[in-house]
């Protein structure tokens, strides 16, 4: 079955970095675009990243673009959001999702305070 299982949050310092994963299974990973979404507390779950299948163009939020890269690695059916700079806006429970379908991981929750 699909699974998609995020990894790598935790608490930062405004200023700080982070680097998440999004480790698949189950499906063609190459085959489809992925997308990072976030939602935070009392929040609707939001957009942040996406990257295409194919030639791996990229696309981002107004409110993380320059700060946040997403990239992929098909070989190992990873997806990964790196975050610089992180603002205490950040703070939200991360996930992961395959464009097109209802999969989504379970979430990681990212921390920016000090």
């Known amino acids: 079955q699909v699974r998609l299982v995020e990894s790598g949050g935790g608490l930062v310092q405004p200023g700080g970095s982070l680097r998440l994963s999004c480790e698949t299974s189950g499906f063609t990973f190459s085959r489809y675009a992925m997308h990072w979404y976030r939602q935070a507390p009392g929040k609707e779950r939001e957009f942040v990243a996406g990257i295409t299948s194919a030639d791996g163009r990229t696309d981002y939020a107004n409110s993380v673009a320059g700060r946040f890269t997403i990239s992929r690695d098909n070989p190992k059916n990873t997806v990964y959001l790196q975050m610089n700079s992180l603002k205490p806006e950040d703070t939200a429970i991360y996930y992961c999702?395959?464009?097109?379908?209802?999969?989504w991981g379970q979430g990681t929750q990212v921390t920016v305070s000090s």
């Open positions: 999702k395959i464009m097109g379908t209802g999969y």
